[in-house]
């Protein structure tokens, strides 16, 4: 069992026709409702992901010594 929704916050990785059916009922229950892709078309996800996306990692070479 995870306990009680009160003081926790969900971050909801979902459009408004997901989010919005469940989220009073969330918060109702005491938790934070995060829903940062709310209202946003698919292209816009994909740039939201991108934007949050950490820069690439260069390998770094070896130097024999």
Same mark, same amino acid.
């Given at each position: 069992? /995870? ?6 916050? /969900?971050e ?24 940062? /892709? ?28």
């Amino acid at each position: 069992e /995870l306990g009680g929704l009160k003081g926790r916050v /969900l971050e909801v990785h979902a459009g408004s026709a997901y989010v919005d059916p469940i989220a009073s009922s969330l918060t109702d229950l005491g938790a934070t409702v995060l829903a940062p /892709l709310r209202g946003l078309a698919l292209g816009q996800h994909l740039a939201w992901y991108a934007a949050q996306a950490p820069a690439p990692r260069t390998p770094r070479r070896r130097v024999r010594t």
